[in-house]
């Protein structure tokens, strides 16, 4: 089963930016369409971001439009989330996984298998 590692996360101010890091030591992220996911305190979990396997596509939650960006380098088997201008709303523990993929387009609202054990973003002055 597909086993993620999420790193990146840190306390930042608001305005401020964070690249998060998503890597599957053992296994060919090249193989899978890629999801962030976060979970804030007392919230729903909400999908952010996914981008394909090819990277032709991605697929972003409105909250987080024209701020992040989702990209992948596969030689270096890693998935990016570049956040800026963050909010104090965009605090939480944030999670990757592997997402559907339907003819090229990836479903950020959904997951397979498991998550990473997370990182977390706290946005604060």
């Known amino acids: 089963q597909l086993q993620l590692v999420e790193s990146g996360g840190g306390l930042v101010q608001p305005g401020g930016s964070l690249r998060l890091s998503c890597a599957a030591p053992g296994f060919r992220l090249a193989n899978y369409a890629i999801g962030w996911f976060r979970q804030a305190p007392g919230k729903a979990t909400e999908g952010v971001s996914c981008i394909s396997r090819s990277s032709t596509t991605t697929n972003y939650a409105d909250s987080v439009k024209g701020r992040f960006t989702i990209s992948r380098d596969n030689a270096k088997n890693t998935v990016y989330l570049q956040m800026n201008s963050l909010k104090p709303e965009d605090t939480a523990v944030y999670y990757c996984?592997?997402?559907?993929?339907?003819?090229?387009?990836?479903?950020?609202?959904?997951?397979?298998?498991?998550w990473g054990q997370g990182t977390q973003v706290t946005v604060s002055s």
């Open positions: 996984a592997a997402v559907p993929e339907y003819g090229n387009r990836c479903d950020k609202d959904a997951y397979l298998g498991s």
